[in-house]
């Protein structure tokens, strides 16, 4: 119990996961729902460090950082996708004078 | 005769038949602007070359040897209506020229002539001037057709043709009532007519298989070319195969004589449909006095001729039976009258009961003579009434007349002349008169020999067959003299009508003073051309004209009996004139004895044959109309309602299954699309959230999905 | 860096247990503060809370350029961008959008469904998770994550630049100020 293991991150990860998604579906607010994704995007980058760490195989020296490599990416989009996301956001903003999601229905059918 | 004199005179009718129609086209193509006032003349200048091409051909007729000339037919003919199923193989088109041909060519295009340049100045001032010269024109086309044609087929298109040029004529004025009703009653009396000239011709047809060229019996050694079979050659053949002779007729060429006849009776105004020909006086003048004499009333004559060796002796007691009625009731008729016109125009149907009784009694070539000599002091006559009417401002009552002499010299002279004639003058018991005198006697000849013949047959009766004829000779000159007398001699009667009379222009009275030049003319000059003519071209019929009356006819004809000869015509001349003088003061005194008066009122009012017809016949045609107009509205109609009813049920019922069934299940089918689209609609709300939850929901199924697939059937 | 790395060396002994749980404490509280917050200054504050804990949490599993990467990118560049954000489209900056009480049942229904699937399936995985851990100081790991990147990794990394170029170019096409 009080040795840490893969399992514990793995697990912590799901409850945060969960957590996006939850962020996800009750949030009204873009920025909310912004926050919602970082939730899940950290989520996978705690899952991609874990198993670097814990399952890693034995290879060569190269190979131990992989999954750190994929969780620098996750940042990477991460961090584009919330400028992105805040240039729409902005747009949509001026355009509707309110930030709810729920104003967004123009294309519907 | 000559080929090339042959080849002349073919040539020439030909062109005198077609000039007419060709004028008759250029009048009707360049109307008003062009030649609206050079109509009459171009028209009488084209009838003019018209009757130089028959008078040529006459002469080289007659520079032909009359042995020659005897029985000769000139034929030529082209096939026209192919019918392959006969023996003839085709219906011909073409000219025959004969004798008689010759005749009525130079008769009826003089005519023709003198009524054109007559219409010049009576038509002077009408609103359709060229249209009626284009209507005398094809006239006399028609006229022309008729006398040229060589078979019964092309006869009855020319026939045909005269009806409706009459009809077109005779209703020239159709803007007034009078004219409309006259050329309508004509023309469906000429119609019931021509019903029965098609029986006959269909009989003729059907036994002949299509031989209807009509060159006389034993003409044919003529000019014919190729070796056509005439009509009466196929008929002698026919008969005599079966069995038949000339004394006993087969049943069917009686029928169609009897047939053919009919369609004379029309045009020619004979007893049972002779009412049109006094209401025809609607039209112009000029059509009066043509229809009376060359063309129309002469085709029924001249068809009658033509058909004449093929009556047998029961047809010809038909024909003679309808002359004598004819001419009796129209003398009566004629006797009463007070219109000018009228007392003509029944004069005329009068004269044309001697022609068709002459060719029924056997008096062939005295009644086609009369049919020559009739015509033009006929045509004079009305030329001189339309002249004498011109004066009067329209006036045609002669009770309005009296004195008309003095302002009308030549007209006056010309009445006289042709009264004289139609009279049958001549200079007491010598054997020199004018015209009427040799046909009209040669006629009565006839008559006498046939009542004679016919006395074993008929007994007392057949005494009218002359007895009648010579009677009504008497009563001519009487009616004759008392229309003379009324117009032109004795007091004025309506001073302001005398005061405006006045005499006509050149153009008019030039016509009537050759018409009357050939009234008496032809008597002492020309009869022996004519009656050597017409002679000629009587027919060699002794094949089927078997009975002994006939050839005892024959030859009465070539020793007179003048009955009229002597101081009788004088008598009846000189009775008219002198109780007709002082206008009707006498004869309306005679008119009101009881008896008479009777008489008089019958005769006054055409002996009831307008108001019989009206009564039975337009009656009868009322009612069967009626009876169809009933049966129309109520029956008829009624189907139609009821099919109509039941069509808007049925239709009724297919909009309903419309509306509920086939709509109905296009609408639900609409409506389902509607509501599932606006189902599936909600799910594309334009939710982002909407779309998360969607997106995790189906992960959450299709996890389960794979799970429970695994569990269920092991990994 | 170096001073990461010799930290690295570390050995935390008995005190990583507490660590972990407390950094996975704090990030579990945070992150569910965020999807329970109606405020949106306050679900970046507990965003801010949750990065951080992540941070630590990479520390722990010896990825420390990592952990800095995340409290620099992350916490000092993604979330000052996020409450730029937040400044730029709320007249009201404590605004509220109230959601209705069914959704938030259904999002946590659905979220906790994932939830009990994933660590069913983990628990069922036959994993090694407590297997030899990574050697640690064997070698350099900003060198290794250099010659990575320009090497093995050098395709995603090109067109990682090239979309951060994009991304810039565009986010900054976008955000401009419209001619009224």
């Known amino acids: ?109 | 005769m000559a080929p090339q004199q042959a080849e002349l005179i073919l040539t020439l009718l030909g062109m005198a038949t077609l000039l007419p129609l060709a004028s008759a086209f250029i009048m009707i193509i360049l109307t008003r602007r062009v030649m609206f006032k050079a109509a009459g003349w171009f028209a009488t200048a084209v009838m003019a070359g018209s009757f130089v091409c028959a008078l040529v051909s006459l002469v080289t007729w007659l520079g032909v040897p009359e042995a020659d000339r005897r029985g000769l037919s000139l034929l030529k003919s082209i096939p026209w209506i192919p019918i392959p199923s006969t023996e003839a193989g085709h219906l011909y088109l073409g000219i025959l020229v004969d004798n008689l041909t010759i005749a009525m060519m130079a008769m009826v295009t003089l005519i023709s002539l003198l009524v054109h340049l007559y219409s010049i100045g009576y038509m002077n001032g009408d609103k359709r001037y060229n249209r009626f010269f284009a209507y005398l024109s094809l006239f006399t086309f028609s006229m022309l057709g008729i006398v040229i044609s060589n078979s019964i087929m092309q006869m009855f298109v020319f026939w045909e043709l005269v009806g409706l040029t009459s009809y077109l004529l005779i209703g020239f004025w159709f803007e007034k009532r009078g004219p409309q009703l006259a050329c309508k009653k004509a023309f469906v009396m000429n119609r019931i007519g021509d019903a029965g000239f098609l029986i006959g011709f269909g009989i003729l047809f059907y036994q002949l298989g299509g031989k209807l060229l009509l060159p006389a019996a034993g003409g044919a050694s003529g000019m014919v070319e190729g070796q056509v079979v005439t009509m009466f050659d196929a008929i002698k053949t026919l008969i005599e195969q079966d069995g038949h002779s000339i004394t006993n007729p087969p049943l069917w060429l009686t029928a169609a004589g009897i047939g053919l006849f009919f369609g004379a009776i029309g045009k020619s105004a004979q007893f049972p449909l002779h009412t049109w020909l006094p209401d025809a006086m609607e039209g112009p003048t000029p059509v009066s006095s043509i229809v009376h004499s060359a063309t129309m009333v002469a085709a029924g004559v001249y068809l009658t001729g033509r058909i004449y060796p093929i009556l047998t002796p029961a047809a010809h007691v038909f024909v003679a039976v309808i002359g004598l009625i004819t001419l009796v009731i129209a003398a009566c008729m004629a006797l009463v009258m007070t219109d000018i016109k009228r007392v003509l125009a029944y004069s005329t149907l009068s004269q044309l009961g001697y022609m068709i009784l002459g060719l029924g009694a056997g008096a062939y070539a005295f009644a086609l003579f009369h049919l020559v000599t009739h015509a033009f002091f006929k045509c004079c006559l009305f030329q001189c009434s339309g002249s004498v009417i011109n004066a009067a401002h329209h006036e045609q009552d002669m009770r309005q007349y009296g004195g008309l002499g003095k302002k009308l010299p030549v007209t006056m002279a010309c009445y006289l002349v042709c009264t004289l004639a139609i009279a049958g003058a001549s200079i007491p018991w010598t054997e020199f008169g004018i015209s009427g005198f040799y046909s009209k006697d040669g006629i009565i000849a006839g008559t006498v020999s046939y009542g004679h013949a016919l006395h074993d047959t008929f007994g007392a009766a057949a005494n009218l067959f002359w007895l009648a004829p010579t009677v009504v000779a008497y009563i001519t000159v009487f009616y004759m003299a008392r229309s003379f007398a009324l117009t032109f001699l004795g007091k004025p009667r309506n001073q302001k009508l005398f005061d405006h009379a006045h005499e006509a222009p050149w153009t008019m009275c030039v016509p009537q003073i050759v018409l009357a030049a050939m009234a008496i003319l032809t008597a002492p000059f020309l009869m022996g051309f004519w009656q050597s003519l017409i002679v000629a071209s009587e027919p060699q019929v002794a094949w089927i004209q078997g009975a002994d009356h006939l050839a005892h006819g024959h030859a009465m004809h070539t020793t007179h009996v003048y009955l009229l000869n002597g101081l009788a015509w004088i008598i009846m001349l000189a009775a008219g004139i002198i109780l007709y003088i002082p206008g009707m003061k006498f004869s309306s005194k005679i008119a009101a004895i009881p008896g008479i008066n009777l008489l008089y009122t019958w005769a006054y009012n055409k002996f009831y044959f307008d108001a019989l017809y009206d009564t039975f016949v337009v009656g009868l045609g009322k009612l069967i109309s009626m009876i169809a107009a009933v049966f129309d509205k109520y029956i008829v109609d009624g189907i139609v309602n009821l099919v109509g009813l039941l069509g808007k049920a049925a239709a009724f019922l297919i909009g309903a299954f419309d509306i509920h069934l086939i709509d109905g299940s296009v609408n639900a089918a609409a409506a389902a699309a509607h509501s599932s689209g606006g189902l599936l609609r909600a799910t594309h709300a334009g939710r982002v959230r909407g779309y998360v939850l969607i997106f995790f929901a189906s992960a959450v199924l299709v996890v389960l999905a794979v799970v429970t697939t695994v569990m269920v059937f092991g990994a | 860096m170096y001073l990461l790395l010799a930290a690295q060396s570390i050995d935390l002994g008995p005190v990583q247990p507490l660590l972990f749980y407390g950094l996975a404490l704090l990030l579990a509280i945070s992150a569910w503060s965020v999807v329970l917050s109606d405020n949106i200054v306050r679900m970046a504050v507990f965003l801010l809370l949750a990065l951080g804990a992540v941070g630590g949490l990479y520390f722990m599993l010896a990825a420390e350029f990592l952990a800095a990467v995340q409290l620099i990118v992350y916490a000092g560049g993604t979330l000052i961008l996020i409450v730029f954000g937040v400044m730029l489209t709320s007249k009201n900056p404590f605004l509220q959008f109230r959601v209705k009480l069914w959704e938030r049942m259904v999002a946590l229904a659905l979220a906790l469904t994932i939830c009990g699937f994933l660590i069913f399936a983990l628990v069922n995985t036959p994993l090694d998770g407590n297997g030899p851990l990574a050697p640690e100081a064997e070698y350099e790991q900003v060198q290794e994550i250099g010659k990575s990147l320009l090497s093995t990794y050098l395709v995603p990394f090109e067109v990682a630049a090239v979309l951060l170029l994009v991304v810039m170019i565009g986010a900054a096409y976008m955000a401009r100020r419209r001619a009224q």
């Open chain 1, 1 to 109: 119990m009080f040795e840490i293991g893969i399992m514990h991150f793995v697990v912590l990860s799901v409850v945060v996961f969960a957590a996006g998604i939850c962020t996800l579906l009750t949030k009204r607010n873009a920025i909310g729902i912004l926050i919602g994704i970082e939730l899940i995007m950290n989520a996978a980058g705690i899952n991609f460090v874990a198993y670097n760490r814990y399952v890693w195989g034995g290879g060569e020296a190269g190979s131990l950082i992989d999954g750190q490599i994929f969780t620098i990416f996750i940042i990477v989009l991460a961090a584009a996708e919330a400028a992105i996301a805040l240039a729409i956001f902005l747009n949509f903003y001026n355009t509707f004078s309110s930030i709810d999601v729920e104003r967004a229905d123009e294309m519907k059918g």
